[in-house]
């Protein structure tokens, strides 16, 4: 089974600074979709953004982008200019042909950001 | 177009018991997904219904169950419930021909175990 992995459970950022989530991931799938989730304390389960595997460019929303790296299976979320809105905890996660409508999530990061 | 509804939001019950939560996906959204979130372990996958029929299963015991109906409203049931069930429930709604697949998500059902 995929599987995924974020190394940070807890990250901080001041606010107007830049951030970068880590997330790794195991498949034999060359075919395949990366996701970053954000889960304010309400609870609400949000798209970020998204990232097919098959496109080498990045995936670009707002100040959100992503560092597709497919050879090292690697898929950090950079957040520019954080704003205090912005503190959530992110999912990773990763969505292949394979596995019909099943997504596989990381454990998570808590982003806080300090005003 | 209304978002993905979750009923009841919050739900306590004691061990032994059973517990039914719903799901009300998207209109036009056919399949549903159900994910267990608790502290440390992230999300949890459940079980995946498309057109009333299970495609995919997660690492659950039996006690765990789900079906949907013909206007894709899922239903997943609990029985003999445990401590250990205490989670926030989640439930997401996706197109399934969308070829990004992203997932829609409820605000969830906190369930409580005592």
């Known amino acids: 089974a995929q599987t995924v992995t974020q190394s940070q459970p807890e990250m901080s950022v001041q606010e107007a600074e830049t951030v970068t989530l880590s997330c790794t991931y195991d498949?034999?799938?060359?075919?395949?979709?990366l996701f970053w989730y954000k889960q304010p304390p309400s609870r609400q389960m949000i798209l970020v953004i998204r990232?097919?595997?098959?496109?080498?460019q990045n995936a670009t929303e707002n100040r959100f982008s992503v560092n597709f790296q497919k050879a090292a299976k690697s898929f950090s979320l950079k957040i520019s200019d954080s704003q205090l809105g912005d503190a959530a905890m992110y999912f990773c996660?990763?969505?292949?042909?394979?596995?019909?409508?099943?997504?596989?999530f990381g454990t998570g990061t808590s982003l806080t950001v300090i005003p | 177009k209304a978002g993905v509804t979750q009923t009841p939001r919050y739900l306590i019950k004691t061990r032994g018991q059973q517990v039914t939560l719903s799901c009300s996906p998207i209109?036009?959204?056919?399949?549903v997904s159900w994910y267990q979130q608790t502290p440390g372990q992230g999300l949890q996958f459940l079980f995946e219904?498309?057109?009333?029929?299970?495609?995919n299963k997660g690492n659950f015991p039996g006690r765990f169950s789900g079906r949907q109906f013909s206007n894709s409203r899922s239903e997943m049931n609990v029985s003999t419930l445990e401590l250990g069930d205490s989670a926030l429930y989640l439930c997401a709604s996706s197109l399934v021909a969308a070829a990004l697949g992203e997932q829609f998500f409820g605000p969830g059902t906190r369930l409580t175990v005592l």
């Open positions: 996660a990763y969505r292949g042909p394979n596995t019909g409508n099943q997504f596989y």
């Open positions: 219904y498309f057109s009333e029929t299970q495609r």
């Open positions: 209109s036009g959204h056919r399949s």
């Open positions: 990232q097919e595997a098959y496109k080498q």
């Open positions: 498949t034999s799938e060359s075919d395949y979709y």
